[in-house]
């Protein structure tokens, strides 16, 4: 089988695998094949497997949690979970909405700043993040060229499990 050097999250973003060795593509794999064999997320059981198995696996490489939440098997088993949730109907995609309250949080003081630098009204922009409204594209657009970012169209990967990277 073709190894497989990236793997795509929910949101279509990379997961860089090329530098995992086999017995960390095997974890991904055995996640894999845990979360299909055991796919009602309200069990609770493949959250308490891969937490328990990946942390009990990098442990024995003589990694932190810490150090183990930030690796790529984890990540991919968050993003497993994210799916089966999804599919079950316990959670949904983010929207745009989402990734604005994150670039206020990271990039402006208070939501008023960020009101300032775009444009858009503080009692819009409530309603917005509230998800009672929407912008237009076109507000959004130039409200985000305002503050150096933009709007790409990507397709979305399906929310069932990947195929494993082994």
């Known amino acids: 089988m073709t190894q497989v050097d990236t793997y795509t999250d929910l949101y279509g973003r990379p997961i860089d695998t090329s530098s995992l060795d086999d017995e960390e593509r095997q974890m991904i ?16 059981e493949y959250w308490n497997f891969y937490i328990a198995r990946v ?16 690796s790529a098997v984890w990540r991919i088993a968050q993003d497993i979970r994210g799916r089966m949730m999804i599919a079950a109907g316990l959670a949904r995609r983010g929207d745009y909405r989402d990734d604005l309250e ?58 069932s499990p990947p195929a494993s990277t082994s």
Do not use: N, W
């Open 29 to 44: 794999a055995e996640l894999d094949r845990f979360a299909k064999s055991h796919p009602d997320i309200r069990t609770g």
């Open 55 to 70: 942390g009990e696996f990098y442990e024995r490489r003589g990694l932190t949690r810490r150090e183990t939440t930030k």
């Open 102 to 159: 994150r670039i206020i949080l990271r990039m402006f003081p208070s939501r008023r700043a960020f009101c300032e630098a775009t444009g858009i009204s503080e009692d819009m922009l409530s309603h917005v993040l509230a998800k009672r409204k929407h912008l237009s594209i076109d507000t959004l657009a130039d409200s985000l060229a305002k503050i150096g970012y933009g709007i790409q169209i990507a397709q979305l990967p399906d929310a």
